[in-house]
């Protein structure tokens, strides 16, 4: 069987029954390929193991080059390429050039950091995503799992482990 | 795990579900728009296609159109911008500092906040932008890129330049953070018009959602992301106002040298801009039947920042006032003498009625839970903080150190048609924004509807009878 074809779909109703959810079908064995869900589940990315995301890193980065390209492009500009007399201050003077330089760092971190999350999310205006279930958007939250990827269980062996935690149904899904 | 207090009000009334919210909001993206609606944008097409025409006769013949003179050099425009501006604070405000301080009534505000930051920001920008007069050069004068003259590059000294980077940065800023906002409410208009059929809805929804999906993983880097916003955002605010504060306070008129400007500013931009939230969230609610989401209690909240931060202006008039006096510097002492008591007494006066006075009303549980009264108060804030920029602007500058070059400012029909053109693109901006987008952000009220919503006070109640 190939992967990413073949799936059972579980709907849970409430988000305090998934968490619970999350663990009882991964203290079965089974691997969930993903939890799909209308709106922010706290402490579901913990229930699923997934890491601690690295954005904040990447936000750091790009503020960082904010930084220093305001203060090079200024410091350049004025002190170096054609230093003017400006109220009798120094060419190249530090407190003037701050608030140019901190609104390139949020502009940067800010664009930098969205830019990082729409491409590792694969995110696209032209993209079809692929859908287990419509109401994965509207008050449902969606456990699918891949059963190339848990080829020890049987398909009504992962719709019981569904319906034991807690799943209202547990439906089958086919990509061709 | 959630800690609910059994002493706060519920954020959604109504019995509301998940599906609920899903259906009360995305509905108005789907059905077609009422009569109301229409008459609204018939109103605001004919305000903007006026003011476009008095826009278009500054630019043809030059900002001479204006009533500016000698001595009164800025007038309207500045008063105008910085009003716009100060608006524009209220929808990043609720939405990133609201946000670090887990404040969940924001929830049902900061989107139609957000829009209005955006549309006021823009409108604030057009008079910087026609200011310029021939506006199509303006990139070469407002941004430090290569030109003819050498390059002679722009003065990174100057506030006014400071202005262009804080407003850009801010507006970009805020536009991505509301977007990013959207993107998961798309997706349900999407999906919604997936059920129901309609493929042309469903393809454009897609696409403003960038194919949202909405899995765990993605949810996860997601509040990651509007996290970090909240935070760059914070700081990002406070420092817009305080910049076009700098276009005052770093001149030696006196009436503008001051230090106190910077957080009195942006004491005044918050202030206003809750005011215009309210104004607007007002009608919205009305219109669109978002009792249930947009409670009394939410505008009991928002009245409650109105008090602060106009107790916060007040104390900033009379320190003003005060430091005049008690500095010795005649010019200085006289010019507030003359905001006081000249020819412009009765905008100071108004000033000091709209934003000092009025707003205490709200100390009274009643007025400040009364929709009537909140929405006068609001439109009354509104227009003393138009006065108040206008007293510092045209009162510091109308008497200036030669008394046979002192005068008045008389606004021409040029003057009012632009600020007419600013409310015609804001109001047209707002009622689209109202149709084609949901007004509320479903996804974060979804989250706290199970917990924060009237059933769960009821349960509480019941079980602590039952301790009891």
């Known amino acids: 069987m190939d992967a990413n074809k073949n799936f059972v779909v579980g709907i849970f109703d409430d988000e305090d029954i998934l968490l619970e959810g999350v663990e009882k079908v991964r203290d079965n064995g089974v691997k969930i390929h993903e939890v799909y869900s209308p709106f922010p589940v706290h402490g579901l990315d913990e229930a699923l193991g997934y890491k601690r995301s690295r954005l904040p890193m990447a936000a750091f980065l790009f503020g960082m080059t904010g930084t220093s390209l305001a203060l090079t492009m200024q410091i350049w500009m004025l002190g170096y390429d054609w230093p003017m007399i400006i109220g009798g201050k120094n060419f190249a003077s530090l407190p003037p050039f701050i608030p140019v330089t901190f609104e390139l760092t949020v502009l940067l971190a800010a664009l930098g950091m969205v830019a990082t999350?729409?491409?590792?999310?694969d995110m696209k205006p032209y993209k079809w995503p692929r859908q287990f279930d419509l109401r994965s958007t509207d008050d449902k939250h969606v456990m699918a799992i891949d059963l190339a990827l848990n080829a020890g269980k049987s398909k009504e062996d992962i719709k019981r482990i569904l319906k034991e935690a807690g799943a209202s149904e547990a439906n089958d899904k086919n990509f061709d | 795990m959630q800690v609910v207090s059994g002493v706060r009000d519920p954020l959604v009334t109504g019995g509301k579900t998940v599906h609920d919210v899903s259906h009360d909001i995305s509905r108005h993206v789907e059905n077609p728009p009422a009569k109301s609606w229409y008459l609204a944008m018939a109103i605001s097409l004919a305000v903007f296609g006026y003011g476009l025409y008095c826009v278009f006769m500054v630019l043809w013949n030059g900002i001479g159109m204006w009533g500016l003179n000698k001595t009164v050099g800025w007038a309207w425009d500045i008063t105008n911008f910085v009003w716009w501006v100060g608006i524009g604070h209220a929808g990043t405000l609720i939405s990133a500092i609201l946000l670090l301080f887990r404040q969940k009534w924001r929830m049902s505000i900061n989107r139609a906040a957000e829009a209005m930051t955006i549309f006021a920001v823009i409108c604030a920008a057009t008079f910087p932008l026609i200011h310029m007069g021939r506006l199509w050069l303006g990139f070469y004068w407002a941004l430090p890129l290569p030109n003819t003259f050498g390059s002679l590059w722009v003065n990174f000294n100057s506030p006014l330049l400071w202005d262009v980077f804080a407003i850009s940065t801010y507006f970009t800023v805020s536009l991505v953070f509301w977007y990013i906002g959207l993107i998961p409410d798309f997706a349900v208009i999407r999906d919604r018009a997936q059920v129901a059929g309609n493929k042309v809805r469903a393809a454009v929804y897609n696409a403003l959602s960038f194919g949202w999906e909405g899995g765990a993983k993605t949810w996860m880097r997601y509040e990651s992301v509007a996290l970090i916003l909240a935070g760059l955002s914070t700081p990002l605010v406070l420092s817009v106002h305080t910049i076009v504060s700098f276009d005052f306070a770093t001149s030696i008129i006196p009436g503008w040298h001051t230090t106190i400007f910077p957080p009195y500013f942006v004491a005044g931009a918050i202030f206003s801009g809750f005011a215009m939230v309210l104004t607007l969230l007002l009608i919205t609610r009305k219109v669109f039947k978002l009792e249930d989401y947009i409670t009394i209690y939410h505008i009991e909240l928002m009245n409650i920042v109105i008090i602060v931060t106009g107790s916060i202006v007040g104390v900033a008039y009379i320190t003003e006032l005060f430091i005049s006096w008690y500095s010795g510097v005649e010019y200085e002492g006289y010019a507030f003498f003359n905001r006081v008591q000249g020819p412009y007494a009765w905008a100071y006066w108004s000033m000091m009625t709209?934003?000092?006075?009025?707003?205490?009303?709200?100390?009274?549980?009643?007025?400040?839970?009364?929709?009537?009264?909140?929405?006068?108060?609001?439109?009354?804030?509104?227009?003393?903080?138009?006065?108040e920029r206008f007293v510092i602007i045209v009162t510091s500058i109308h008497r200036d150190y030669i008394p046979s070059s002192w005068t008045m400012f008389h606004p021409t029909m040029y003057d009012i048609g632009e600020y007419l053109f600013t409310f015609g693109l804001f109001f047209t901006a707002f009622l689209l924004f109202a149709k084609f987008f949901p007004v509320i952000n479903m996804a974060e009220v979804k989250s706290i509807v199970k917990h924060n919503s009237e059933n769960v006070g009821a349960d509480k109640k019941v079980s602590e009878k039952q301790h009891a």
């Open chain 2, 354 to 387: 709209c934003n000092v006075i009025s707003p205490q009303l709200f100390w009274f549980r009643k007025i400040r839970t009364s929709l009537v009264a909140t929405f006068v108060l609001s439109i009354v804030v509104n227009i003393g903080m138009w006065f």
């Open chain 1, 117 to 121: 999350f729409m491409i590792v999310s």
